[in-house]
């Protein structure tokens, strides 16, 4: 019965747990603003100001997404990337980078790092949400994967790519 299909659809959507962003960013303003707007979104935000405290807590629980400031006091962001694919509890999180630079060797590194897009400071709080939500379409398959026992073989290597504006999956290809 189409009725009862929709009661099922939304006591699902009332009961399973909202969308986890890890958001990494040293200006408190930037950060808090996102997390505004991730929040309006259904997002649930965790918070970090430097990148040793983002790499404690992507080792200790699950995210289904992390925005990730390259420019950050300590470890930058490059490396906390390196470090969250190689060695914590998120090996296969998309990451979504936030850069002040330009370069396109910056952005080359950025992406060489496991990063799966980045953003160029300063950018529009709204384009980033729709970033987010451009990911959202693997975060369903996220969560499924969490119920796993911890398995990294078996963890998907699917990267979330943009493709002329929009998110399409590619395998990435192993090297
Ligand atoms: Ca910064």
């Not at 990337?81 to 910056?106: G, Q, W, Y």
């Given at each position: 019965?189409?009725?009862?299909?929709?009661?099922?659809e939304?006591?699902?959507?009332?009961?399973?747990p909202?969308?986890?962003?890890?958001?990494?960013?040293?200006?408190p303003?930037?950060?808090?603003?996102?997390c505004?707007?991730?929040?309006?979104?259904?997002?649930?935000?965790?918070?970090?100001?430097?990148?040793?405290?983002?790499?404690?807590?992507?080792?200790?629980?699950?995210?289904?997404?992390?925005?990730l400031d390259?420019?950050?006091?300590g470890?930058?962001?490059?490396?906390?990337?390196?470090?969250?694919?190689?060695?914590?509890?998120?090996?296969?999180?998309?990451?979504?980078?936030?850069?002040?630079?330009?370069?396109?060797?910056?952005?080359v590194?950025?992406l060489e790092?496991?990063?799966?897009?980045?953003?160029?400071?300063p950018?529009?709080?709204?384009?980033?949400?729709a970033?987010?939500?451009?990911?959202?379409?693997g975060?369903?398959r996220?969560?499924?994967?969490?119920e796993?026992?911890?398995?990294?073989?078996?963890?998907?290597?699917?990267?979330?790519?943009?493709?002329?504006g929009?998110?399409?999956?590619?395998?990435?290809?192993s090297?």
């Amino acid at each position: 019965m189409p009725a009862e299909e929709g009661y099922t659809e939304a006591l699902e959507a009332a009961t399973s747990p909202r969308p986890t962003v890890l958001v990494v960013e040293d200006e408190p303003n930037i950060r808090e603003l996102v997390c505004l707007h991730l929040g309006l979104e259904n997002y649930e935000c965790v918070q970090s100001g430097d990148g040793e405290g983002a790499l404690k807590l992507a080792r200790s629980q699950h995210f289904d997404l992390v925005i990730l400031d390259v420019m950050l006091p300590g470890l930058d962001g490059v490396t906390v990337c390196k470090a969250i694919r190689r060695d914590s509890e998120n090996p296969d999180v998309p990451v979504l980078m936030l850069t002040a630079r330009r370069e396109e060797s910056d952005k080359v590194v950025g992406l060489e790092s496991g990063a799966d897009d980045y953003l160029t400071k300063p950018f529009g709080v709204r384009e980033l949400v729709a970033r987010a939500r451009c990911f959202a379409a693997g975060l369903g398959r996220s969560s499924t994967r969490r119920e796993r026992p911890p398995n990294r073989s078996a963890i998907s290597t699917s990267k979330w790519i943009r493709r002329g504006g929009a998110c399409a999956s590619a395998t990435r290809t192993s090297s």
